[in-house]
């Protein structure tokens, strides 16, 4: 898609929020291009789980999916692979969290389930570099949530990095983080895509006591450009039934706990 389409995707999408529906010669009108060319766009946005066609022009998806994602086609997407073990998994971390810890939590879909199993807890304090994750547990008040602060560079995420993100991660030490990945293998350690990113996301590594990686396990023995951590540095993998017996066995050897749910 054309970062022109890709725009136009965006608006067409804004509308949506503001009205609910509207019509293929409305958005024709609004945009100054032709019908065929809206209908291509709504025909990409349904695909994407974003919008409903409806005759002659379209209305939003279901009003359950937070507003913000619905301006990141790529995060529901991702959200849906693996959901039903990114919840498991999500639960499993929580479990982990006790009372009046402080604790990280990186971006991700992953990471984000943990978010929402928090949100009924109290005493703890949280420090993340999601601004989902931040909004999800803005409304908890039992929780003490921090944001880093940063920069959002890419449509597809939620993720503050830079400076900004770095320098908060400096005055604080965690009791253990979570981190959410693209990939983790025995041998290479924790990556994601993004340089960037991974920089906030190591520097989230150095300030914890215990580090804790989730993944499902389409992502194990997969690797990604940006290094986040060695697999020295990983005290904990949770991770799906779905890991083999010899996946697990590599990351003991390396002394990673591995947790499977």
């Given amino acids: 898609m054309s970062s022109k389409t890709d725009q136009r995707a965006k608006e067409i999408l804004r509308l949506l929020l503001k009205d609910g529906k509207t019509s293929i010669d409305e958005l024709s009108e609004a945009f100054g291009t032709s019908t065929a060319s809206i209908r291509r766009d709504l025909v990409r946005l349904e695909e994407e789980g974003l919008v409903h066609r409806t005759h002659g022009g379209a209305m939003l998806a279901g009003q359950s999916v937070y507003e913000p994602f619905r301006f990141d086609a790529s995060f529901p997407v991702r959200e849906d692979r693996f959901a039903l073990e990114k919840e498991r998994i999500g639960r499993a971390a929580a479990s982990l969290v006790e009372e009046n810890e402080t604790i990280g939590i990186t971006a991700g879909t992953t ?148 947790m499977c749910v």
């Fill in 111 to 258: 990471t984000t389930q943990l978010a929402r199993s928090l949100r009924h807890r109290s005493n703890l304090h949280i420090l993340t570099n999601a601004v989902n994750i931040g909004m999800e547990l803005s409304s908890s008040n039992g929780l003490d949530t921090t944001l880093t602060g940063g920069c959002m560079r890419w449509p597809e995420a939620f993720s503050l990095i830079g400076p900004t993100a770095l320098e908060a991660l400096q005055v604080v030490v965690m009791d253990r983080v979570f981190i959410g990945v693209c990939g983790i293998d025995a041998e290479r350690g924790a990556t994601t895509i993004q340089a960037e990113e991974a920089a906030v996301f190591r520097a989230m590594t150095r300030q914890s006591k215990q580090v804790v990686v989730l993944a499902d396990s389409s992502k194990v023995g997969m690797l990604s450009p940006a290094v986040i951590c060695g697999v020295a540095e990983i005290d904990l993998l949770i991770t799906d039934d779905g890991i083999s017996p010899e996946a697990v066995a590599a990351f003991e050897r390396s002394s990673v706990r591995v």
